[in-house]
């Protein structure tokens, strides 16, 4: 399960809708707690350049390394860790695809917001896991309730 407050699931819209006809992406930072770290909430979200060639931004985006290792240290700095990311999805369903599996990491959360015709129109989160052979949907909450999928 993952927390992301309201305010914070309508960053992610808001995000995918400006970045449309292409995809989004950004680092979520909170804290983990658990045996397997299967509670996750998120404090603060940092919006990421798509360093994805621009030709392939409409279906495909890139965190890259420098990117990675900046939001580290601004987790750190703030005392908390990287416990996913997000994406959009522009005119396809919020549901990780081949290519997202293929690249993505066990542990941490996979928020992916659909944007249809450029309005936000569902929020999911997936956990890939350990063996990498699926993204099982996680929840998604706010702190007293559970967010609708449609935004």
């Given at each position: 399960?993952?927390?992301l407050?309201?305010?914070?699931?309508r960053?992610?819209?808001?995000h995918g809708?400006?970045?449309?006809?292409?995809?989004?992406c950004?680092?979520?930072?909170?804290?983990i707690?658990?045996?397997?770290?299967?509670e996750?909430?998120a404090?603060?979200?940092?919006?990421?350049?798509?360093?994805?060639?621009?030709?392939?931004?409409?279906?495909?985006?890139?965190?890259?390394?420098?990117?990675?290792?900046?939001?580290?240290?601004?987790?750190?700095?703030?005392g908390?860790?990287?416990?996913?990311?997000?994406?959009?999805?522009?005119?396809?369903?919020?549901?990780?695809?081949?290519?997202?599996?293929?690249?993505?990491?066990?542990f941490?959360?996979?928020?992916?917001?659909?944007?249809?015709?450029?309005k936000?129109?569902?929020?999911t989160?997936?956990?890939?896991?350990?063996?990498?052979?699926a993204?099982?949907?996680e929840?998604?909450?706010?702190?007293?309730?559970?967010?609708p999928?449609?935004?």
């Amino acid at each position: 399960m993952i927390t992301l407050s309201a305010a914070q699931q309508r960053a992610i819209a808001a995000h995918g809708e400006k970045a449309f006809p292409n995809e989004c992406c950004g680092v979520i930072l909170g804290t983990i707690v658990g045996e397997n770290g299967e509670e996750r909430t998120a404090a603060e979200l940092l919006p990421i350049e798509n360093a994805r060639e621009a030709s392939e931004q409409y279906h495909r985006f890139v965190i890259t390394a420098e990117d990675f290792m900046r939001s580290e240290l601004e987790a750190a700095k703030r005392g908390l860790e990287i416990v996913g990311f997000y994406h959009s999805h522009p005119n396809a369903p919020a549901k990780p695809s081949q290519y997202d599996q293929d690249h993505a990491l066990p542990f941490y959360s996979y928020a992916i917001v659909s944007v249809l015709d450029g309005k936000a129109d569902a929020l999911t989160s997936w956990q890939l896991t350990l063996d990498r052979s699926a993204f099982l949907e996680e929840t998604i909450a706010l702190p007293n309730a559970t967010f609708p999928t449609n935004l």
